[in-house]
């Protein structure tokens, strides 16, 4: 089956920083979403970018299908920004496929 | 406001139990789904349901069974049959494979 890589699997930032997070994929996917699920479990849906850029405040993403990666920028960090970020594509009848997760620490 | 309501938040259940996790959302959403994350780990499908009184299995459905009799809820049943049932449950719903919504999860220990 079709394999996805996140990177890196952790990450610790002081607040204001910059990252870039990033999404390997084995094979040509649809539908490529990004999540954030915050220290207490809930998961947001952030981006729908099968391909292209997006950005939404200080978070932004492109993916080059392609290439098949897709990155997430987020700038200007800040520690509500702490938690750990998903990618996901679509496989069959609405099932998400999703990648292990980057769990970002942003300290104050 | 419109969104999804898992109860209860925590549970335990005691070794040969059956528990019940409850999902239930008023966004109208068609497609309904039960994933498993262990700690550290991604999301793993149990089950899903795109229609009443249809489900379909996801990727690791031993020990758990479901139904679909109303649009607005899909509860999860965790069975005896599951040898290692502690995790958190995180139950969603879709309108199409885009927008994605979730609950807020169940914690499920067993004592």
């Known amino acids: 089956g079709i394999q996805v890589e996140q990177s890196p699997p952790d990450l610790i930032l002081q607040e204001g920083a910059n990252s870039t997070l990033r999404c390997n994929f084995s094979d040509s996917v649809n539908n490529l979403q990004w999540f954030h699920q915050n220290p207490w479990g809930q998961l947001i849906n952030l981006f729908y970018i099968p391909s292209g850029t997006k950005q939404n405040g200080r978070l932004s993403a492109t993916t080059v299908a392609t290439e098949r990666y897709s990155l997430l920028y987020i700038s200007s960090s800040q520690t509500t920004d702490s938690g750990v970020y998903f990618c996901?594509?679509?496989?069959?009848?609405?099932?998400?496929?999703w990648g292990a997760g980057t769990k970002l620490i942003i300290k104050p | 406001d419109g969104g999804i309501t898992q109860s209860p938040k925590y549970l335990f259940r005691k070794e040969g139990q059956n528990v019940t996790l409850s999902c239930e959302q008023n966004?109208?959403?068609?497609?309904m789904y039960w994933y498993r994350q262990d700690p550290g780990q991604g999301l793993r499908l149990i089950y899903y349901s795109q229609i009443v009184n249809d489900f379909q299995k996801g990727d690791i459905a031993e020990g758990y069974s479901v139904s679909r009799e109303k649009k607005e809820s899909f509860p999860l049943t965790v069975t005896s049959a599951q040898k290692n049932p502690t995790a958190f449950y995180l139950c969603a719903s879709s309108t199409d494979p885009y927008g994605y919504t979730f609950g807020s999860g169940t914690r499920l220990t067993v004592v």
């Open positions: 996901a594509f679509t496989y069959s009848n609405y099932q998400l496929i």
């Open positions: 966004l109208n959403h068609d497609a």
